[in-house]
């Protein structure tokens, strides 16, 4: 922001309990594509350039303060003990914005807007300079929501659904809770508030009218995409908001050069990065803060939470893999599940039905089949056979298990952890290993076979005497 410009804050309102969703959980935190409701309304503000944000929340505050102190640092938390109305809320916050020339406020439960829009009232704010914008927009159903009232003398007001005249229920034009104050006609007004309404709050739309009686100059932006404006309220607002966040997202991605299958079924989350090429076969899902690199590919019905795929790696789907890093060239899948902290370094594979968690494996080492590999660390070049089932749980802690380089672990071995295998050591298909191997030997830890020869000749034939008892 140059030095010219007038200095501004914004203030997001999400102390309400959020009735209307009939969840414990308060509003804010509602999940919508895996991120809190609240992500979105400070990621558009972050993403307008504003540096001074600051957050209203009271009901179940201490769980937003938590999301917001650990996601959101440098944005200040302010509380409203008492959730009297937006009106009210704002007032609680005048201590921290009355420093500011304008005051832009947002509604804690409108996350489809785009940084775009909240730059562009902006600027027209900074071009007429009235008292107030505010942004409007016009709703096939406006139920729920307050209605704009053109008054005849140019005026406007804000009169809510609850107090509305009958012939003002038929106003299509809405207001979208989004505000732009000049912050010291807002300071003259937000005192002579009441509560004088339906619903017993103190409303922040009422504001409108007494800075149009007293200060004047109401400006109203008409937002031409109604969908921005969504307010959520109800899991059916926040079903729509997923949807409308859903396509405009992969239709980004899409503009950027990812291939995606069939985008109706596929789902990615809005932390995620996606370099060009990467394709994306149906039902895939997406989430948290993960990245695709150039030429990755993830099969149909995986999901991928905090996953990094290097260039030109590959998900066999179905797969589900969470907080793992793929390295370049390598596999994963079908059937495979990552639980979490996991590494492949290039070139590694991990296959049918392979569990793998808290554990790094090194070039080219493969897993292909039947395993679990937990708390293990496996060099370069080794080969995991069938059935290899890391025992990394004594019934009280986790134990490791390290695996050299250029190793070979045959067939359904167990390692019961603590253990180590040195470089290019190998173990007996079968075996069970409680002590360490040594560099370049064979562990071979089960019973020797004898065959009995004859056995077939001398078995009693079935129904016999002999097989009674
Ligand atoms: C509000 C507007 C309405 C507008 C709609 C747009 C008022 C009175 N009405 O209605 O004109 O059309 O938004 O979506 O402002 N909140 C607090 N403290 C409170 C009460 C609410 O922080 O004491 C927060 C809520 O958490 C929410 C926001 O303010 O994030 C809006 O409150 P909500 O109750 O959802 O208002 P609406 O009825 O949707
Ligand atoms: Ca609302």
Redesign the pocket.
Known sequence: MDEQQRSLGVL?????????MHSAR???LQPLLEEPVIFYPLSAAAGAGIENIAV????QGALVEDYIEKEWPGVEIIW?R????????VK?AMDWWKRFDNLLVL????PLIRAETIREMLARHENSSPRCTLMSFVADDPS????IVRLADGGVR?V??SDAAEEELFIQE?????YLFDAASLSVVINDLTSDNE?G??????TIQLIDETEGDISVVICDDPQE???V?TPGDLASASKVLGERIIKSHMQNGVKCMDPSSTWIGPRVECEPDVFLEPGVQVWGKSRLCERSRVGAWSTLRGVTLGRGSAVLGPSVLADSDIGPGSEVGPFAFLRGGVKLESGAKVGRFVEVKNSTLGENVKAMHLSYIGDASIGRDTNIGAGTITCNYDGRGKNRTSIGEGCFVGSDTMLVAPVAMGDNSATAAGSVITKDIPGGALGVARGRQTNIEGWNGRKPAAGGKDSEG
């Open positions: 997001i309102l999400a102390a309400g309990k959020g009735v209307r308060p509003k804010a209203i929340v009271g009901y409203q008492e959730q009297l109305g937006t009106g009210h809320a609680s509604s804690g439960d409108v729920g929501y307050g209605r804000i809510e659904e809405i207001n979208a809770g989004v619903l709050e103190y409303y922040l739309t009422d404006l969504l307010g309220n």
